[in-house]
């Protein structure tokens, strides 16, 4: 049987491609002829996906709590992937799709376009938080929960990964300290020692750092600091910097860069903050969270001002950084 000319130059196509890597095309289309038609529950990996489920009780609802969090822990791996990107100066893929390679330089559109992917991981994240707010039972959740000490989300690694990926170092730090450090040029190691999420971890009635963050220090402290000094250069306001003063007032890139500031340091937190109200805020006495955290003081942006690229707020966006959410989300005002 004759083969049709498009089989012909695929298999011309391909034999170029693994003689270049010093390869024999025979021993490929053996493999090709021996191998197992794909499946979506094999690619996907499903049944062991559905097996990550381990509640510590007999309460229904925790499993609703343990798979929102495992879905939001793969939408941050998901922003980070866009971050990776971004940081690596994007891919160039040459005419022909093949040889993946990296710009020496940031394309605009390339860079406003995964900024544009992240916001919506978390646009998507933040919508879906009603499972949390309003999807289990108080009773239970305030059963279970007890069960869970001294775990708690605030020791997702990868939200910490996406802080450090998305700003210079020096804005995550507690807004007290920052004034005392303008002009002197910390050091990561420094700064890290006062990043603004160890206030958020400080037992209510001494002040001292609960096990949570202890714990949360032992394991990933080393691995922040690493990934802080690597992106010093290639964080997302570092490439922004690295444009052309023409590229800098791209329309898009700035309104994704300040959309990215409000989703990640307003909506996302606040969502929290909603839940948290929902859950341990009982008349005038609040219960702690699992891991003892301080979140009436570390959860609303407004105490805590972080925001990633203050230099494309105003002033007055800067006194009012997530006032506006709390009052229309939280307690109603306006409703």
Known sequence: MELKKEIVDRINQLEEKYSQMGQSIESYLDGLLLSNYLTYWDYIQVETLLTLQNPKTDFPDEKIFIMYHQITELYFKLSLHEMEQIGNNGPN???????????????????????????????????SFEIMVDGMEK????????????????????????????????????????????????????????????????????????????QFEKKYGAEFISLAKEYQTKNMWAKFKSLSPEDQKHPKLINALKELDVNVNINWPLMHYKSAV??????????????GTNWQKYLPPRFQKRIFYPEIWTEQEHEDWGKGWVETNVFRIGK
């Open 278 to 291: 929902r859950y341990l805020q009982q008349n005038t006495e609040d219960i702690a969270a699992t891991g």
């Open 93 to 127: 893929i040459l005419p022909n799709g093949q040889n993946l390679g990296w710009k020496d330089k940031i394309e605009v559109n390339f860079f406003a376009e995964r900024i544009t992917r992240i916001n919506r991981y978390f646009e998507s994240l933040t919508k």
């Open 139 to 214: 009773e239970q959740f305030l059963r279970y929960r007890m069960a869970l000490l001294p775990a708690s989300g605030f020791q997702s690694a990868q939200y910490r990964k996406i802080e450090i990926c998305a700003t210079d170092f020096f804005n995550l730090v507690d807004k007290e300290v920052r004034p005392s450090l303008v002009g002197k040029n910390p050091s990561i190691d420094e700064m890290f020692q006062n990043i603004y999420w160890n206030k958020g971890a400080t037992e209510l009635s001494t002040g001292k750092k609960t096990l949570t963050l202890n």
